[in-house]
């Protein structure tokens, strides 16, 4: 089992920044691949980035693309999601996974789950 813990929500202006984190414990955090989805009231879960154990991630939703980057400290089994440039469009609860496979960008590919942080951006 790999217990996730997501923190950094909040409110913020639309244009501003966020930082998410995701600390994990349990099993061995080697060989996790660790996601980030997001579900807005009324939407389906949303892919919005993926890493790899070795660091590398998956292509971006062009939603997210060039403003939002996943990046991981292994050495404190921590994985971050670093959000500027914030749009209102971007207010959702975000998910942190993870899977001990390559990365996938359906939420059923993930076997493990966060309780969520809420991200609110006001315009």
């Known amino acids: 089992q790999v217990q996730l813990v997501e923190s950094g929500g909040g409110l913020v202006q639309a244009g501003g920044s966020l930082r998410l984190s995701c600390a994990a414990s349990?099993?061995?955090?080697?060989?996790?691949?660790t996601g980030w989805f997001r579900q807005a009231p009324g939407k389906e879960r949303e892919f919005v980035a993926a890493?790899?154990?070795?660091?590398?991630?998956?292509p971006y939703p062009d939603s997210v693309k060039g403003r939002f980057t996943i990046s991981r400290d292994n050495a404190k089994n921590t994985v971050y999601l670093q959000m500027n440039s914030l749009k209102p469009e971007d207010t959702a609860v975000y998910y942190c996974?993870?899977?001990?496979?390559?990365?996938?960008?359906?939420?059923?590919?993930?076997?493990?789950w966060g309780q969520g942080t809420q991200v609110t951006v006001s315009s």
């Open positions: 890493s790899s154990w070795s660091g590398s991630s998956a």
């Open positions: 349990g099993r061995t955090f080697r060989g996790v691949t």
């Open positions: 996974a993870a899977r001990y496979s390559v990365y996938g960008k359906s939420w059923y590919e993930y076997d493990y």
